[in-house]
């Protein structure tokens, strides 16, 4: 069994025994470390990110790395989407059966969702179904300075379900466009302590910077020779 398969299969494990995959709280830090700070090294992390993006074409108006996003999405705050293109390789994923999300996918810049630096991107089934299709194995190239697609369509998969997100989307590296934002979310099991000024109150739960996606359309795979 290769280690992407072992890892998916743990990580499915894990999303099948939770209420809801976003229901997990970031290690606790002190409340006087701000923002900043702890995106300090964060992007270090990202140098494959870094090095390629200035040659994507669909980069070619900027692309914001994971730990960018985040630190736009906190210093706009709650409430206030800034709209961007996003490029991230997704370490992991999941599927939200309960809760006040409904019945939602996610895919994430690491493979622990609730790793403070994580972007998300949130999409519904029908969005899936659409990605999984066009998640081709066979590549893409470049003609004339644009990049050629190459149908394969054959390859693509209709049944949208955790395993078959897995077993295309992980490790692929995506350019979204969409808005970034702050997604409240609540952690309600477990003695977890309310968090102090996040919405003015004491909640129990934190901040994950995601992007919404609504159409297929606003994801692109990048592919390599």
């Not at 995959?21 to 006087?32: H, I, V």
């Not at 370490?91 to 939200?96: K, L």
């Not at 609730?114 to 590549?139: K, P, Q």
């Not at 910077?209 to 795979?221: C, E, G, K, L, M």
Request: glycine share 10%; net charge negative; hydrophobic share 45%.
């Amino acid at each position: 069994m290769s280690d992407f398969v072992l890892r998916a299969l743990i990580a499915l494990t894990v999303f099948a025994a939770l209420p809801a995959p976003a229901l997990a709280e970031p290690a606790a830090l002190p409340d006087d470390i701000t923002i900043e700070q702890r995106l300090m090294g964060l992007q270090a992390d990202e140098a494959p990110l870094d090095a390629v993006r200035g040659s994507i074409i669909e980069c070619e108006e900027a692309c914001l790395t994971p730990s960018e996003a985040v630190e736009l999405a906190f210093a706009a705050g709650d409430g206030a989407p800034q709209p961007g293109r996003f490029l991230l390789d997704i370490r992991g994923g999941g599927q939200s059966l309960a809760g006040n999300l409904g019945q939602l996918f996610f895919v994430n810049s690491k493979a622990d969702y609730a790793e403070f630096g994580t972007l998300t991107i949130a999409f519904e089934a029908d969005v899936l179904n659409a990605l999984l299709r066009r998640a081709r194995s066979c590549g893409g190239g470049l003609e004339n300075g644009r990049i050629a697609v190459e149908g394969c369509r054959e390859d693509g998969l209709n049944n949208a379900n955790m395993f078959s997100m897995a077993a295309r989307l992980f490790d692929r590296r995506i350019v979204v466009d969409g808005d970034v934002q702050l997604q409240w979310i609540d952690w309600r099991f477990g003695a977890r302590h309310a968090k102090r000024n996040k919405r003015g109150e004491n909640e129990r739960g934190y901040y994950q910077p995601w992007v919404w996606v609504y159409d297929a359309d606003q994801i692109s795979f990048v592919y390599e020779d």
